[in-house]
T-cell receptor
């Protein structure tokens, strides 16, 4: 079974300061990890993903995320927050399907973290 | 517009009525997903298609829910005999759930 935890319901940060939104995951095999942003009454917008390779993944709008296999984490980061970054952020995970170990093409989402950037 | 589209964007219905939602994925994507999202929660998986084949269904998908994807193109999600608990945002996504549509917000009175 696969699961995602976003331990913080809300993160508050001042504009211009660095931000981190935390995500930890559990999968039986190798993970395929995603971050999305959701603005009010809108669908989810893809920010970035990790499949393999460099542990630091760069995405849209200046966001990046660091894959840490030993800590099973995939925290979202941005060096300098903007007020317009205020939104709901979701982390998602799925197994990379393998013939011997199975896995699924279906991502599991966390509950979301509300990011509030203060002017 | 080459993104994922969903119609209608909003649906208000009375309890007991049937509703149908449509999703048009990005044309070259063969995987299509339906998720449901309620306030304060992340998207919950409902069902998944690869081309026209419905490969997985969540236990959340009661027998009142049915989804189709004829010819592997657009998909429809039908809810029969709607209940107030069905009120939610219904999201469609294509590829590896990387591309989401804007959602259909269902309100059951």
């Amino acid at each position: 079974a696969q699961s995602v935890a976003q331990p913080e319901d809300q993160v508050n940060v001042a504009e211009g300061n660095p931000l981190t939104v935390k995500c930890t995951y559990s999968v039986s095999g190798n993970p395929y990890l995603f971050w999305y942003v959701q603005y009010p009454n809108r669908g989810l917008q893809f920010l970035l993903k990790y499949i393999t390779g460099d542990n630091l993944v760069k995405g849209s709008y200046g966001f990046e995320a660091e894959f840490n296999k030993s800590q099973t984490s995939f925290h979202l980061k941005k060096p300098s927050a903007l007020v317009s970054d205020s939104a709901l952020y979701f982390c998602a995970v799925r197994d990379i399907p393998r013939i011997r170990t199975g896995g699924s093409y279906i991502p599991t989402f966390g509950r979301g973290t509300s990011l509030i950037v203060h002017p | 517009d080459t993104g994922v589209s969903q119609n209608p964007r909003h649906k208000i219905t009375k309890r007991g009525q049937n509703v149908t939602f449509r999703c048009d994925p990005i044309s070259e994507h063969n995987r299509l997903y339906w998720y449901r999202q309620t306030l304060g929660q992340g998207p919950e998986f409902l069902t998944y298609f690869q081309n026209e084949a419905q490969l997985e269904k969540s236990r959340l998908l009661s027998d009142r829910f049915s989804a189709e994807r004829p010819k592997g193109s657009f998909s429809t999600l039908e809810i029969q005999r709607t209940e107030q608990g069905d009120s939610a945002m219904y999201l469609c996504a294509s590829s590896d759930a990387q591309y989401f549509g804007p959602g259909t917000r269902l309100t059951v009175l």
